[in-house]
């Protein structure tokens, strides 16, 4: 459950990355069925100015002992450096250490690897700042092609607004989809790209051009249910085969069977949250065919069956708003 939430910020930090923790973590929005979140915002010394990117300065009211009951620690992005506080790595470490799970947005992976908390863990960064990230820490398994990489207790996002994707997608992880479309709809949005409890991104159905993909992604969103074929798809685009699933990894990142999978996957999430149909109903209206089918999909990509999650995410206050 998150409770406490704090932004840990260090010298020439980034506003717009800050400015979505705080966005997301730091409103109240107990009206609209949000849980009421205790923000919390850190530095080394709390009280002195901090440069920012952008040339004002922000005082910071918390120093880091304020990260010691923390449920989550973001850190935003901040130009990059050689040398990052120690302090302030410590206390990166030790919050690990305690469980508190750690968020970073773009750049602010670099003070996580500084920390040597990404040797041997998924994660991402910014696209520009790949090849630098891989050089500086080669221990870290980055994925410089993704939104974000949730692996468990430590979620990094890519540049800037995937930031949003990041904080969006641990609210639901954490709290439900409710919170997560309420606060979405606020920040006007989408509100969810959620996936299983390891990795996932799935990356938005992109603007539609003269040759884009998007009224063959949006007719397969819309029947979730029908048997699809590559074969099918790619005619449907009106291109051969080979051209269409080279056209689909280029627009979507993945293959259009692992595509469609994973919306479906997130189809049955929503219906285990918000129905009570039957797990076998949901298998055949998701696109599964079956419950037996659903749940070996549902838990490669989510890591619990469907009834675990179900118990889980649709025992909530009937006053939460589900969007």
């Known amino acids: 459950m998150l409770r406490t939430v704090a932004a840990v910020l260090v010298e020439d930090l980034a506003m717009f990355e800050f400015g979505v923790t705080c966005e997301v973590f730091g409103i109240d929005r107990t009206d609209e069925g949000v849980p009421a979140f205790d923000f919390r915002v850190c530095a080394e010394q709390p009280g002195v100015p901090l440069r920012t990117s952008i040339g004002v300065t922000l005082t910071p009211d918390h120093g880091l002992d304020a990260l010691l009951d923390a449920d989550l620690i973001a850190v935003p992005a901040a130009n990059i450096r050689d040398e990052y506080p120690p302090a302030i790595l410590q206390a990166l470490r030790d919050a690990s250490a305690r469980g508190s799970i750690l968020l970073s947005v773009c750049s602010g992976a670099f003070l996580l690897g500084a920390a040597g908390l990404l040797d041997g863990r998924q994660c991402t960064t910014h696209w520009r700042h790949a090849a630098q990230f891989a050089a500086r820490f080669p221990d870290a ?148 065919g079956s419950a037996a089918l659903l749940r070996h999909h549902f838990h490669k990509a989510v890591g619990v069956g469907p009834t675990d999650y179900r118990r889980t995410f649709a025992a909530r206050p009937k006053g939460r708003n589900s969007g």
């Open 141 to 288: 398994k980055l994925d410089p092609d993704v939104l974000y990489v949730d692996d468990g207790d430590i979620v990094t996002s890519a540049g800037t607004a995937a930031g949003i994707d990041a904080c969006l997608h641990l609210v639901r992880r954490e709290l439900g989809s409710g919170p997560a479309a309420a606060i979405a709809r606020r920040m006007v949005v989408p509100p969810q790209r959620d996936g299983g409890q390891r990795q996932f991104v799935e990356l938005p159905i992109p603007e539609c051009t003269g040759d884009s993909l998007e009224p063959v992604l949006t007719w397969m969103l819309e029947n979730l249910a029908t048997e699809h074929t590559v074969a099918a798809l790619a005619g449907r685009a009106r291109m051969s085969e080979r051209t269409f699933a080279r056209r689909f990894v280029g627009e979507t990142g993945t293959t259009p069977l692992r595509w469609l999978s994973a919306q479906r996957v997130l189809h049955a999430q929503r219906l285990l949250e918000e129905t009570t149909m039957s797990v076998e109903e949901i298998g055949r209206q998701s696109g599964f």
